[in-house]
């Protein structure tokens, strides 16, 4: 293992494959677990259109499998080949940075979510680490939920730590928000002297991009454009945000098929995602009423902040600038790989990974589970 100058400071790669089902982020980070010293090379990798569809279908296999159910033929032909496109990643990243094996102190492999059920104790996702560890020759960290659920935590939002030590480390204004859009979409608030909250808000990109596959087989409102171009039926938005959900206070969170587009099945295929947009963004602004003070600030990652019917949107109703994370020199595509990578090394470190009011967990919580290579 290669270590840089300062003590304690190592490369760790982050892997995460997110709930719009739509790749692998992979990210090298230099760190000491508390402080983020120098993100590295970064890559995305697409997940073919076969294993999208096998991810798919996994989600709907799991929400129908029973608590300590083993896992069945396919999910588990599903998981090793999303194993073997984690381990391609890894290859490949290493081989854009220059890198061998043995300069990377751990990969953080988050894994692909296929069902999240905190009120049951059930988080699950798909992603083999004893394999990957295997195939790569890198100690892999996974597992990071699992042990903030069984000590009646969330298992969600996990990147909130990250967020606030790139926060400190750029010096920024405080309170502010980091609000990632992903398949579901989470913020965190960040509030002078070490406040952290954070929470899932609603659908992200999920409901707009199951719709745009059903109706028009394309795999996301690219740029928003159709979205942009459409009509929002009010009545609809209210109907799908008296949702039970944002009445309970944070943190919180949920699984990626909670919300369902029943909704909008009456309206023209074209109007509907202007109304699951328009849903996005106002499940967004609900969550300011959970803030302890005004924000004076928004930064955005994650693919949503592509789509500029949610961004325009955003900047119209909230009550602070909405910024892309690149205007604070973040990688916006990049943020929750990164995360992991950082998260990877505090389990390493016995660090805590969550915390009350991120999770909902009794105390500050570490995690995570060490899979050496063979």
Known sequence: MMESKKDGVVKVIGLMSGTSLDGIDAAILETDGEEVVSPGRALTRPYDPALRARLRAALDEAAGTPPGAEMSKTLRKTERLLTEAHADAVKCLLSEAGLEAGDIAYIGLHGQTILHRPRERRSWQLGNGAMLASETGIPVVGNFRHADIARGGQGAPFASLYHQALARSAGALMPMVVLNIGGVANVTYIGPGGVLLAFDTGPGNALIDD?????????????????????????????????????????????????????????????????????????????????????????????????????????????????????????????????????ALRSAKNMPLSLPHTTGVPEPTTGGCLHLPA
């Open 211 to 343: 719709w745009m596959m059903k109706n028009f087989g394309a795999p996301m409102d690219r740029d928003g454009a159709l979205a942009k171009k459409s009509v929002v039926n009010q009545d609809a938005v209210m109907r799908m945000l008296s949702h039970p959900y944002f009445s309970l206070p944070p943190p919180k969170s949920l699984d990626r098929l909670e919300f369902t587009d029943e909704f909008v099945s009456g309206l023209s295929p074209e109007d509907a995602v202007a109304t699951l947009t328009a849903f996005t963004v106002l499940s967004i602004v609900r969550a300011t009423e959970h803030f302890p003070e005004r924000e004076r600030g928004w930064l955005v990652a994650g693919g949503g902040r592509h789509n500029l019917a949610i961004m325009e949107s955003l900047r119209g109703v909230l009550r602070a600038p909405v910024l892309p994370a690149e205007r604070a020199g973040w990688r916006g595509d990049f943020l929750e790989a990164e995360a992991f990578a950082y998260l």
